[in-house]
């Protein structure tokens, strides 16, 4: 009898430990979703594969930076479907840790369905939120879904502006000048522009009187000696016979093809532009002609003089 006991006993503790063994869960298969949401409040989560009626599914809602729950008391689901089906039964509809159970309703639905819910609320602005899935067949997964400027990285940079003018042969002598013909100078001139400005540049020319202390107001060569002055073209173009000085202006190079020059300015003593640029440029070229042309009765001296200066403005 106590032999018999004895086999008993240990057929009932290999039976209980058989029991115990069949009770432990397969692990969960991981799947992979993903989740939408077009106004933070509307979520649709693509569920690659195929669940059963009456499936149950969890899913738990945190911030994905510090992993803490979004409180679904306070902002619960108010519905759920599964494909095509009917609406699903909320189980619990949301909880303090993030939590809410979705229950499927019956219709057994086809691989790839998507579960879509709503929100009471729309979830804040400018964060992201992971959305941990499961359910009772076993299925796993998470995708983290982002909104407004969260997860994003700002690169910010500032690219200085530049101006450059330089200027070729900056002395210019026109010789003897004579009433029957237009004197050109034989060295031109020369004023390039480069700039990174968007809308381009602006080249301007002034006639500074060239008379220390100032003979008159107006443009052209001055004499002190003649008290008299040779004065800017009014049309901008010199004539034969005629006292005036001028320029012509020729585009010699412009890499970007979008400068522009004025072939005959008017000089004032103000200012008047030759040149200008439509967009950034590694070098618009201007090349100046200085010419002059005098009358017969141009009184004789040997100081006519003026400066010519050129100023570069960009339009940043």
Same mark, same amino acid.
């Given at each position: 009898m106590?032999n018999?006991?004895?086999r008993f006993a240990?057929?009932?503790a290999?039976?209980a430990?058989l029991?115990?063994?069949a009770t432990i869960?397969?692990?969960a298969a991981?799947?992979?979703?993903?989740?939408?949401?077009?106004n933070?409040?509307?979520f649709?989560?693509?569920l690659?594969?195929?669940?059963s009626?009456?499936?149950?599914m969890t899913?738990?809602?945190t911030?994905?930076?510090?992993g803490?729950?979004v409180?679904l008391a306070?902002?619960?689901?108010?519905?759920?479907t599964?494909g095509a089906?009917a609406?699903?039964t909320?189980t619990?509809?949301?909880d303090?840790?993030?939590?809410a159970?979705i229950t499927?309703?019956?219709?057994?639905?086809a691989?790839?369905?998507?579960?879509?819910f709503?929100?009471?609320?729309?979830?804040?602005?400018?964060?992201?939120?992971?959305?941990?899935?499961s359910?009772?067949?076993?299925?796993?997964?998470?995708?983290?879904?982002?909104?407004g400027t969260?997860?994003?990285?700002?690169?910010?940079a500032?690219?200085?502006p530049?101006?450059?003018?330089?200027?070729?042969n900056?002395?210019?002598s026109l010789?003897?000048?004579s009433?029957?013909a237009v004197?050109?100078?034989?060295i031109?001139?020369? #004023?390039t522009?480069a700039?990174? @400005?968007l809308t %381009?540049?602006?080249? $301007?020319? !002034?006639? &500074?009187?060239?008379?220390? *202390?100032g003979?008159?107001?107006?443009a052209?060569?001055?004499?002190n000696?003649?008290?008299t002055?040779?004065a800017?073209?009014t049309?901008? #173009?010199v004539s034969?016979?005629? @006292?005036e000085? %001028?320029?012509?202006? $020729?585009? !010699?190079? &412009?890499p970007?093809t979008n *400068?522009?020059v004025?072939?005959?300015p008017?000089?004032t003593t103000?200012?008047v532009?030759?040149?200008?640029?439509?967009?950034p440029?590694?070098g618009?070229?201007?090349?100046v002609?200085?010419?002059?042309a005098?009358?017969a009765? !141009?009184p004789a001296?040997?100081?006519?003089?003026?400066s010519?200066t050129?100023?570069?403005?960009?339009n940043f």
């Amino acid at each position: 009898m106590k032999n018999f006991l004895s086999r008993f006993a240990a057929i009932a503790a290999t039976t209980a430990m058989l029991a115990s063994y069949a009770t432990i869960p397969a692990y969960a298969a991981g799947v992979v979703t993903t989740v939408a949401s077009g106004n933070q409040q509307n979520f649709t989560i693509d569920l690659p594969t195929n669940l059963s009626a009456g499936v149950v599914m969890t899913l738990r809602i945190t911030t994905t930076a510090d992993g803490l729950p979004v409180d679904l008391a306070a902002n619960p689901i108010t519905s759920a479907t599964l494909g095509a089906g009917a609406v699903e039964t909320l189980t619990n509809s949301g909880d303090v840790n993030g939590r809410a159970v979705i229950t499927e309703s019956g219709n057994d639905e086809a691989a790839g369905a998507d579960l879509v819910f709503a929100l009471t609320n729309p979830l804040a602005d400018n964060l992201a939120y992971t959305i941990a899935y499961s359910d009772s067949e076993g299925n796993i997964s998470a995708a983290m879904i982002n909104f407004g400027t969260a997860n994003v990285v700002t690169v910010t940079a500032i690219v200085e502006p530049t101006l450059t003018l330089t200027l070729a042969n900056p002395a210019v002598s026109l010789g003897i000048l004579s009433p029957a013909a237009v004197t050109s100078s034989t060295i031109d001139p020369t #004023a390039t522009v480069a700039t990174n @400005a968007l809308t %381009g540049f602006t080249l $301007t020319a !002034t006639d &500074d009187d060239g008379v220390v *202390g100032g003979l008159n107001a107006s443009a052209g060569l001055d004499s002190n000696n003649a008290s008299t002055t040779i004065a800017a073209a009014t049309d901008g #173009a010199v004539s034969s016979g005629v @006292a005036e000085f %001028g320029i012509v202006v $020729t585009k !010699t190079a &412009d890499p970007q093809t979008n *400068g522009s020059v004025t072939a005959n300015p008017t000089l004032t003593t103000t200012g008047v532009a030759i040149a200008a640029g439509t967009g950034p440029t590694t070098g618009v070229q201007a090349t100046v002609d200085v010419q002059a042309a005098i009358s017969a009765i !141009t009184p004789a001296a040997s100081d006519y003089t003026t400066s010519l200066t050129f100023t570069a403005t960009a339009n940043f």
